[in-house]
């Protein structure tokens, strides 16, 4: 048996399940002699989770048997009317990301007229699932304090994707927050401790603060100290949040930042 299988790659599946499973290119199945057919042919070592499709195409490709497993993985069938099927593809689970390694295709073959059959196994090469950023959403409170205490910003942040997808899952979003309206000098907090990955602009009076590196964790319990050298009395501030989710510093973000005051 000869095969051709070439490495596939694609994005990151979002909780919506609108991205496209990924198509693992594998072409060109031949049998070494003509009087022989194919029994089956699956795919092993698919992780528990992970889905396959199988079809002429992406348009009427539909879920395929799954045979079971053992140790976390499952074969899947991918063989229709004994003939390798023209669309393969695999659907990671929501929000992973990475590279996936361990896949083999496994195909089963021998003549009608004997009880003997033939089982080759070949490595699926690495396929590659892009990290791409799922966002944010904000819907924020109004907060109260006393001068020189902290004071919780109560944005109520939902980060789509806030938590790794298992062990294998390579790449975990934060969230970037922009904040103005706080004046020079305002120092933030998560819980009682002094959160430091933040800068401030305030070229031409821009009075911005870049909070990066946030969790879902950060974000529940963040706060901020005004400056006394801006604060007054008594009184409102109004302030602005621009808010984005970022992978990592190769990965894709998609969309653009929600903002709120």
Avoid at 244 to 254: G, Q
Wanted: aromatic share 6%; glycine share 10%.
């Amino acid at each position: 048996v000869t095969v051709e299988i070439e490495s596939s790659d694609g994005n990151e599946v979002d909780s919506l399940g609108d991205t496209a499973p990924i198509q693992i290119n594998i072409e060109n199945l031949d049998l070494n002699d003509d009087q022989e057919e194919i029994k089956s042919v699956t795919i092993s070592g698919v992780p528990d989770g992970f889905v396959i499709y199988a079809g002429d195409n992406a348009g009427n490709a539909e879920i395929a048997t799954n045979f079971g497993g053992s140790n976390g993985t499952n074969s899947w069938l991918v063989s229709i009317d004994n003939e390798l099927a023209n669309y393969i593809a695999i659907l990671p689970p929501a929000h992973w990301s990475g590279e996936l390694d361990g896949l083999e295709l496994v195909v089963v073959s021998g003549h009608d007229t004997i009880v003997t059959q033939r089982v080759d196994t070949f490595k699926i090469d690495t396929i590659t699932v892009n990290a791409v950023a799922d966002g944010i959403k904000l819907d924020p409170a109004s907060s109260v304090g006393r001068a020189g205490q902290i004071i919780a910003l109560n944005l109520n942040a939902v980060m789509a994707d806030a938590k790794a997808v298992g062990s294998t899952d390579s790449s975990q979003e934060t969230t970037t927050l922009e904040i103005s309206g706080l004046g020079a000098g305002a120092v933030f907090y998560v819980g009682s401790e002094v959160y430091s990955d933040y800068s401030y602009d305030d070229e031409d009076d821009a009075d911005i603060y870049t909070i990066t590196g946030l969790t879902q964790s950060d974000l529940d319990d963040l706060g901020f100290v005004r400056s006394n050298s801006v604060m007054e009395d008594d009184g409102e501030i109004e302030i602005t949040v621009s808010a984005r989710t970022i992978e990592n510093p190769e990965a894709l973000y998609i969309g653009k930042p929600c903002i709120y005051v």
